[in-house]
């Protein structure tokens, strides 16, 4: 989190100066279905998801805002291309924030005209800048699309909002380059205290785009550069919310919930070890408890090379020894896979209600 940023108030939830990184998704129902939209709001937020944005492409979407603000458990962001008619419409239909580009909204008069909504039911504008849209001056100008030109670009269109009094702004300027991004907020962060918000955009599917995530925010993160993240996958927006509390835990920045480990494999491994750490993760992430599991692939060095975890299993040839702290405290004879995990999971679950009423 910085310290240094302006705080801006999102419907409740406070962005910025020392607040704690907050995590957005975007859903990607169509707005104007509100009974999809709502449901997905709900398993956004049971993900563990601050803030979400829908987009607002036409009257009907604006008008939908209306219902979906009013029965959404977090605050819901407005994604607005062009039209400062339909940014009016989110903003008195309840929408937490405004995401504009206030320098193709339409000229001066249709950003006064935004702005003075904005004032008067007292919500945020975030300003979007993309590097796919950075303006032809400023790309000739640098003689491409660089850190420069897209602080340049943003710096431009946070003017447009100063120029009208209005500074309860946040920034986003997104590429699909992790290296870019990572210039670009260092940067922007230097020159302003407007907190911002990070993420590299079309990062791809859950396989390439949690890397060059991880890469993109967690580099900025660690460097304190960052008040609110948004992993951009091709998927389920859930596991854009799942990918950023795993970057935000593996930074420190997030605690809680439970930390899983398992070994890469060698030629010592007893049992099909990938097989297992999958299925085991796959069972286990969600769960509320604060402790630390371990899979590993053969008794002898297992217990010890994770000697931290609370609960670890480890596999020999006949059977799974269970270890706790690096000791081990029992065995699974299972026969095959399944079962192992399905005892093993359940072996977790005690251990977490045991942490729980002792914390
Ligand atoms: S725990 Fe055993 S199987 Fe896994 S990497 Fe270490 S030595 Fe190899």
């Not at 939908?64 to 994604?79: F, G, N």
């Not at 640098?142 to 602080?151: K, M, P, R």
């Not at 962060?189 to 599917?205: D, I, K, R």
């Not at 706790?324 to 095959?336: E, S």
């Amino acid at each position: 989190m910085s310290l240094t940023t302006k705080q801006v108030n999102v419907g409740g939830v406070t962005i910025g100066g020392g607040a704690p990184i907050r995590i957005q998704s975007m859903n990607n129902t169509r707005t104007s279905d509100v009974k999809a939209t709502l449901d997905q709001i709900f398993r956004l937020k049971d993900a563990g998801c601050d803030i979400t944005r829908v987009a607002v492409p036409d009257q009907a979407a604006a008008d939908a805002l209306r219902e979906i603000t009013k029965a959404s458990p977090i605050p819901v962001v407005a994604d607005i291309h062009f039209d400062y008619r339909l940014a009016i419409a989110a903003a008195r239909n309840g929408a937490a924030k405004i995401r504009i580009n206030p320098g193709n909204i339409g000229g001066p008069d249709k950003v006064r005209q935004v702005v003075e909504v904005c004032k008067e039911i007292g919500i945020p504008i975030r300003v979007g800048v993309n590097s796919g849209s950075c303006e032809k001056a400023l790309v000739d100008k640098y003689g491409g699309v660089c850190a420069q030109a897209l602080c340049e670009s943003a710096r431009g269109a946070v003017k447009l909002l100063e120029d009208e009094g209005f500074e309860d702004v946040v920034i986003s300027i997104k590429s699909s380059s992790p290296k870019l991004t990572i210039e670009t907020y260092r940067t922007l962060s230097s020159e302003c205290n407007y907190p911002l918000h990070v993420g590299v955009t079309e990062a791809g599917t859950v396989k390439e785009g949690i890397v060059k995530s991880a890469v993109g925010i967690g580099t900025l993160l660690a460097e304190g550069i960052g008040d609110t993240i948004r992993v951009s996958l091709t998927d389920d927006p859930t596991e854009e919310v799942y990918a950023a509390i795993s970057i935000l835990k593996a930074l420190g920045l997030k605690t809680g919930g439970i930390d899983f480990v398992s070994c890469p494999t060698c030629g010592r491994t007893q049992v099909p070890l990938i097989e297992l750490a999958n299925k085991v993760e796959e069972k286990i992430m969600r769960l509320p408890y604060n402790i630390k599991v371990a899979v590993m692939g053969c008794p002898v060095n297992g217990p010890g090379e994770a000697r931290e975890a609370d609960i670890g299993l480890a596999g020999g040839r006949d059977e799974f020894l269970l270890f706790k702290k690096g000791k081990t405290v029992g065995k699974i004879i299972a026969k095959d896979v399944d079962a192992a995990v399905d005892e093993f999971v359940a072996e977790v679950i005690r251990v977490g209600e045991q942490k729980d009423k002792t914390d």
